[in-house]
């Protein structure tokens, strides 16, 4: 029900602008497979708690959070808070190639969560952070 919204609100922006801003291919995808996997409906709501959630390193004791490289604002470009390299903005309506590439979305998911909180992501958590961003 709610991919099916997002597919047709997507389809209404796709047909209204004339750049694209909204749900992909790649993201109806893994959210479906999400669900094949027990997860609930998703939450931006609980996207966006995520992506500003503090998590203490274990060994560091150090704060990590999605947004010490991305920043706050998804339109924003970040910065690789360790190598100091430019990561360009993950919000659709300012990039468009992003979500593009399942493979890409996968394999940055399990990298960044386990980086930020120290371990991998639960489909919930996954699900409810890419409806976050895409909604950005
Ligand atoms: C230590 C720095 C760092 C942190 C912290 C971080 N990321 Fe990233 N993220 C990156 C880099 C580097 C890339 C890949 C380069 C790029 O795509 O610009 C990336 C890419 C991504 C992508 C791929 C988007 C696409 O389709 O191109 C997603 C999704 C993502 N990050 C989500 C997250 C989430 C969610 C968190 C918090 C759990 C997070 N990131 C925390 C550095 C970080």
């Keep these: 029900m709610k991919i099916q919204k997002v597919t047709i609100t997507a389809t209404i922006v796709l047909l209204s602008l004339p750049i694209s801003v909204s749900a992909t291919d790649a993201v109806n995808k893994l959210l479906a497979e999400y669900q094949s ?53 993950l919000a659709l309506s300012v990039n468009p190639e992003r979500l593009m590439d399942l493979k890409k979305i996968r394999k940055w998911l399990k990298r960044n969560c ?23």
């Design 37 to 89: 996997e027990g997860a609930g409906a998703f939450s931006e709501e609980a996207g966006k708690a995520l992506w500003i959630q503090e998590f203490t390193d274990k060994k560091t004791s150090k704060i990590r959070q999605c947004t010490a490289c991305h920043t706050d604002d998804l339109r924003n470009g970040g910065k690789h808070v360790r190598t100091g390299k430019v990561i360009k903005p």
């Design 114 to 136: 386990k980086w930020t909180i120290g371990r991998e992501c639960s489909s919930q958590e996954k699900g409810d952070i890419l409806t976050f961003i895409q909604a950005q």
